[in-house]
T-cell receptor
Framework: GQSLEQPSEVTAVEGAIVQINCTYQ??????LSWYQQHDGGAPTFLSY????GLEETGRFSSFLSRSDSYGYLLLQELQMKDSASYFC?????????FGAGTRLTVKP | DAMVIQNPRYQVTQFGKPVTLSCSQT?????MYWYQQKSSQAPKLLFH???????NEADTPDNFQSRRPNTSFCFLDIRSPGLGDAAMYLC???????????????FGSGTQLSVL
């Protein structure tokens, strides 16, 4: 079967660093993406990894290891506005399948 | 400028009364998706179109249908809504899907459907 596993909740303080892990099992694999969703809003794209390694975009970085079927999203210098749900997603042929999401709470 | 537009933002319907949700895009993307998202859950893919090719997920109920009359528009029809169909419905687009290198999905703001 197909599955994406990520922690359900993470809590951190402002200015800290947090890592959200994602492991996946899919029949096809064309890359791992991360999306952010604030309450009541639509998911917005954060990053994409098609190949192994680290991708950095400002305060956010994402890592992929295809041999381990594993990736993570790293958020640095956390801000209150980073409180949201974060979804990993895997492209399987034309489909984009999402994990259950990790709710990040940033505290002062 | 909004690129993926969903109307209405909130939709209330009665149990068993057909309802149609709409999505339009100004991106000229080939792929359009419909996702269902219930509270605190992952978006669940219902179906997608690659151009005019319709792809239905195996576990999408027959109660859900979709139409894509042209590149810009896509509709989600729920023929007989049940209480369990109350959810946020998200439309998304991508340029090429796996056939290209662009992996980014662009989401609309969603339609929150209530079933009374």
């Amino acid at each position: 079967g197909q599955s994406l596993e990520q922690p359900s909740e993470v809590t951190a303080v402002e200015g800290a660093i947090v890592q959200i892990n994602c492991t996946y099992q899919t029949s096809g694999f064309y890359g791992l993406s991360w999306y952010q969703q604030h309450d009541g809003g639509a998911p917005t794209f954060l990053s994409y990894n098609g190949l192994d390694g680290l991708e950095e975009t400002g305060r956010f970085s994402s890592f992929l290891s295809r041999s381990d079927s594993y990736g993570y999203l790293l958020l640095q210098e956390l801000q209150m506005k980073d409180s949201a749900s974060y979804f990993c997603a895997v492209r399987d042929t034309d489909d984009m399948r999402f994990g259950a999401g990790t709710r990040l709470t940033v505290k002062p | 400028d909004a690129m993926v537009i969903q109307n209405p933002r909130y939709q209330v319907t009665q149990f068993g009364k057909p309802v149609t949700l709409s999505c339009s895009q100004t991106l000229n993307h080939n792929v359009m998706y419909w996702y269902q998202q219930k509270s605190s859950q992952a978006p669940k893919l219902l179906f997608h179109y690659y151009d005019k090719d319709f792809n239905n997920e195996a576990d999408t109920p027959d109660n859900f249908q979709s139409r894509r009359p042209n590149t810009s528009f896509c509709f989600l029809d729920i023929r007989s809504p049940g209480l369990g169909d109350a959810a946020m419905y998200l439309c998304a687009t991508s340029r090429e899907g796996v056939r290209g290198s662009n992996e980014k999905l662009f989401f609309g703001s969603g339609t929150q459907l209530s079933v009374l």
